[in-house]
């Protein structure tokens, strides 16, 4: 028999400059107790909390593309606390094949398309970030 699932032990940062989809999706999580998601308003202050805390995962927006792609490229390259191989999702209005071949080589494992459903990212943090009984059955 498996311990009762804690999700506040995993920890997703989401870097959202948009207010209401960044405490929507923060909420949401919280009230479904899928995982704790933290919240940073800029890539600048997403890159201060990687630098200081420990992700097992991050949401990412690509509202400013090349500084979030940098971001992504350091975290790849261990720059962080976390682990270099964390499940990574962005979020983006639109996407080119160029884009989606550098998301690809960044082994990002999920793209949002906005505007999305609630119910698209709680299906992608519960594919990204699943619970540890699922894991264990």
């Given at each position: 028999?498996?311990?009762p699932?804690?999700?506040?032990?995993?920890?997703?940062?989401?870097?959202?400059?948009?207010?209401?989809?960044?405490?929507?999706?923060?909420?949401?999580?919280?009230?479904?107790?899928?995982?704790?998601?933290?919240?940073?308003?800029?890539?600048?202050?997403?890159?201060?909390?990687?630098?200081?805390?420990?992700?097992?995962?991050?949401?990412?927006?690509?509202?400013?593309?090349?500084?979030?792609?940098?971001?992504?490229g350091?975290?790849?390259?261990?720059?962080?606390?976390?682990?270099?191989?964390?499940?990574?999702?962005?979020?983006?209005?639109s996407?080119?094949?160029?884009?989606?071949?550098?998301?690809?080589?960044?082994?990002?494992?999920?793209?949002?398309?906005?505007?999305?459903?609630?119910?698209?990212?709680?299906?992608?943090?519960?594919?990204?970030?699943?619970?540890?009984?699922?894991?264990?059955?």
């Amino acid at each position: 028999m498996s311990a009762p699932v804690d999700a506040t032990r995993i920890h997703v940062l989401l870097i959202e400059s948009d207010g209401l989809v960044r405490s929507t999706v923060a909420s949401v999580c919280r009230e479904l107790d899928i995982v704790r998601m933290h919240q940073a308003t800029n890539l600048a202050m997403g890159e201060q909390w990687l630098q200081t805390s420990k992700a097992d995962g991050l949401m990412l927006s690509l509202a400013d593309p090349d500084a979030a792609l940098g971001l992504l490229g350091r975290l790849r390259g261990g720059d962080f606390r976390c682990e270099a191989s964390i499940p990574v999702a962005v979020m983006a209005p639109s996407c080119d094949a160029a884009m989606l071949k550098r998301l690809k080589e960044l082994d990002v494992r999920r793209f949002l398309l906005q505007p999305f459903k609630l119910r698209d990212v709680i299906q992608t943090v519960e594919q990204l970030w699943p619970a540890v009984e699922k894991i264990a059955a």
